[in-house]
């Protein structure tokens, strides 16, 4: 069993700053990649952020320069620390995580719980 816990959302002013958490626990043997993902109410869900397993990221064009991934190996943590945030970045955010179990060598696509940020004057 894995699970995927987030923590850090809430209601924020423009141009405000917010970081979210993301802790994976479990019989994990590996994580790969591990990324956030956000989705707006009538919308897909899009990617914001991923990081690999050697430090590597990838950002979603409306947010780079303002969002910032890491991850804490020792921890099985990523965070996602955003800044001057937009009214455009209001959603439900998503971890995910790529994680071999210690059950067998196949990799599995993990999801958080979602939390939510609203970015409101």
């Known amino acids: 069993q894995v699970q995927l816990v987030t923590s850090g959302g809430g209601l924020v002013q423009p141009e405000g700053s917010l970081r979210l958490s993301c802790a994976a626990s479990g019989s994990i043997r590996s994580i790969n990649a591990m990324g956030w993902y956000r989705q707006a109410p009538g919308k897909q869900r899009e990617l914001v952020a991923t990081i690999t397993s050697g430090g590597n990221n990838n950002y979603a064009g409306s947010v780079k320069g303002r969002f910032t991934i890491s991850r804490d190996g020792a921890k099985n943590t990523v965070y996602l620390q955003m800044g001057s945030l937009k009214p455009e970045d209001t959603a439900v955010y998503y971890c995910?995580?790529?994680?071999?179990?210690?059950?067998?060598?196949?990799?599995?696509?993990?999801w958080g719980q979602g939390t939510q940020v609203t970015v409101s004057s």
């Open positions: 995910n995580a790529q994680i071999m179990t210690t059950s067998d060598y196949t990799i599995r696509n993990y």
